[in-house]
């Protein structure tokens, strides 16, 4: 038996369900960026500075204002695309505890086992036993996929799995596992979660 490892770039996304946030004082700004763990002084920043404008043009005796809230709102709603873009984050595996590393690896391994079909790979079909997810490595954010085959790959054999991996991580199987919301799995409330099996960046890699 012969074994061929393979490195798969990892990414995981956290995005917020603006259904459930309500912004509607400064108040729930503190929660919000509690909960989410983000700064938003930006947006107290404004709402301090256009307060304080108001308040000066409230002395003109013609000048018909508005109140708190009012001002506090329209910064709400000016700001919210910011405010969204601020609480969806993309992390790598290193970023997140160990355990929900886990998780998401234990949930992939299964999903690409049920749905990557080694018949479609199109190479000296006898040789080749299994195509498994079997390890991570949490610091390089990779996956590592293990090919096992009958017999010793040439490199153009080798050179066909890698690209033949490429695409069933990022246009087959890949695409559509990447749009599963897993945040149930990692027990996640108001977050959507998606593993993303490549990167733009980084390619899958040949190891040993």
Known sequence: MENYKFS?????NYI???STIS???????????DKYDIDLDFIV?????????ERDSSEDEDYYGMDEDDIFNDI?????NKIVKKLNKEFKLDDLETEEVEKLFMITKEDFEKNVIIKELKI?????????????????????VNVES???????EIDIIRNWIEVQTSENWGEDFSKIDLSDKLRKED????LIPWSLKKDVKYIK
């Open 191 to 194: 977050t959507y979660v998606y």
């Open 124 to 144: 000296n079909d006898y040789k080749i036993n299994s195509i498994v997810l079997n390890s991570f490595n949490k610091t390089k954010s990779e996956f590592y």
């Open 76 to 80: 709400i709603s000016e700001n919210w």
């Open 150 to 156: 009958e017999e010793k790959l040439f490199k153009e």
């Open 8 to 12: 798969v770039p990892v990414r995981v």
């Open 16 to 18: 917020a369900d603006e």
């Open 45 to 53: 920043d404004e709402y301090e500075y256009k307060l304080s404008v």
């Open 23 to 33: 912004i509607e004082c400064l108040d729930d700004i503190e929660e919000v960026e």
